[in-house]
Nanobody
Framework: QLQLVESGGGLAQPGGSLRLSCAASGRTLDYYTIGWFRQTPGKEREGVSCLSMSGDSTSYADSVPGRFTISRDAAENAVFLQMDSLKPEDTAVYYC?????????????????WGQGIQVTVSS
């Protein structure tokens, strides 16, 4: 059974960087579409970025383009979210998720397997 485990979160200063990892076990990620989401208290889960099965990437949040980069490392069976130029409004619990589809989606209900989530806090 596919399992996802996030790591690499924590505390960063505004303008700093963090690299989130999502390690998969049980199945290869080569044949899934992968999404990163984030959620803050009292708000709905928000799509951040997606990497499709065919290798196309999409950024959903308006403030993300040019700052966050999603990538896959097939040898490590993992996906990553490189976050640069961090802002306080990036503070959230971040989740990786996969769906059995060739196409990206920014709706949480479209995804089949989720990681446990990891806290990212951006403050001075």
């Amino acid at each position: 059974q596919l399992q996802l485990v996030e790591s690499g979160g924590g505390l960063a200063q505004p303008g700093g960087s963090l690299r989130l990892s999502c390690a998969a076990s049980g199945r290869t990620l080569d044949y899934y579409t992968i999404g990163w989401f984030r959620q803050t208290p009292g708000k709905e889960r928000e799509g951040v970025s997606c990497l499709s099965m065919s290798g196309d990437s999409t950024s959903y949040a308006d403030s993300v383009p040019g700052r966050f980069t999603i990538s896959r490392d097939a040898a490590e069976n993992a996906v990553f979210l490189q976050m640069d130029s961090l802002k306080p409004e990036d503070t959230a619990v971040y989740y990786c998720a996969v769906r059995v589809s060739a196409y990206c989606s920014d709706y949480p209900w479209a995804y089949d397997v989720w990681g446990q989530g990891i806290q990212v806090t951006v403050s001075s």
